[in-house]
């Protein structure tokens, strides 16, 4: 008998690498909120929010936050965002992804961070930033921050087994999914839905710019 081929479920949800210190913001974090400050923004989302370590921050610097991810991440969060919304007034809601491709939210910038480099598929990727694209102003940005090179993934893929353009773990019963992705390859993926590269930004092992509808 032939063995039965296995299903691949993977949870993007699980993927992404917990911030060091909740308490103080990362520097993709504070490189979104500086740059969005500047450009004089008010209405943003945060697009894949995950278990909310970038959102006090990105609650404190705006006027109005829109919160963006799964179905399967708002049960793991529906806590956290009782919480939140009693603590920051800036706090506009919560859409799932699926919900949110639909919609036409009109914000002023989008965040993505730590996002794209977990979803397993070209399509997937470009789904999202055409839905993003869609959301946004005319003229509005988005701003995009992926893990580049980084150790923890490094040494995380010597134990990988390859899949579509990159990589899945085991976590049980599921996998996370990862790509080294490239700033070429990034930019090619925003370009194909629309936007406009405006601005680069260096920061060590990541790949981070920003770009405008």
Request: proline content about 4%; charged content about 25%; overall charge positive.
């Given at each position: 008998m032939r063995n039965k081929k296995e299903e691949v479920i993977i949870r993007p949800e699980y993927s992404a690498v917990g911030a060091k210190n909740p308490n103080k913001p990362s520097r993709a974090v504070n490189a979104a909120i500086s740059a969005f400050k500047k450009l004089k923004l008010s209405s943003v989302a945060e697009i894949g929010c995950g278990l909310l370590p970038n959102t006090p921050h990105i609650l404190q610097?705006?006027?109005?936050?829109?919160?963006?991810?799964?179905?399967?991440?708002?049960?793991?969060?529906?806590?956290?965002?009782?919480?939140?919304?009693?603590?920051?007034?800036?706090?506009?809601?919560?859409?799932?992804?699926?919900?949110?491709?639909?919609?036409?939210?009109?914000?002023?910038?989008?965040?993505?961070?730590?996002?794209?480099?977990?979803?397993?598929?070209?399509?997937?990727?470009?789904?999202?930033?055409k839905g993003v694209y869609e959301n946004l102003k005319k003229e509005g940005f988005l701003f995009i921050d992926v893990p580049r090179n980084e150790t923890f993934y490094r040494n995380l893929v010597k134990t990988a087994r390859a899949y579509t353009d990159g990589y899945i773990m085991r976590r049980g019963n599921y996998y996370t999914f990862y790509k080294n992705m490239s700033f070429e390859e990034i930019t090619a993926c925003t370009e194909k839905v629309g936007f406009r590269l405006t601005q680069r930004i260096y920061l060590g092992h990541r790949v981070t710019f920003i770009c405008q509808k």
């Open positions: 610097g705006f006027p109005l936050v829109t919160l963006v991810d799964t179905k399967h991440q708002y049960i793991r969060i529906k806590g956290k965002l009782d919480e939140i919304s009693k603590l920051y007034p800036s706090f506009n809601k919560f859409i799932d992804s699926e919900s949110f491709q639909n919609k036409r939210m009109q914000f002023d910038g989008a965040i993505m961070i730590n996002l794209l480099h977990v979803l397993p598929t070209v399509e997937g990727r470009l789904k999202l930033l």
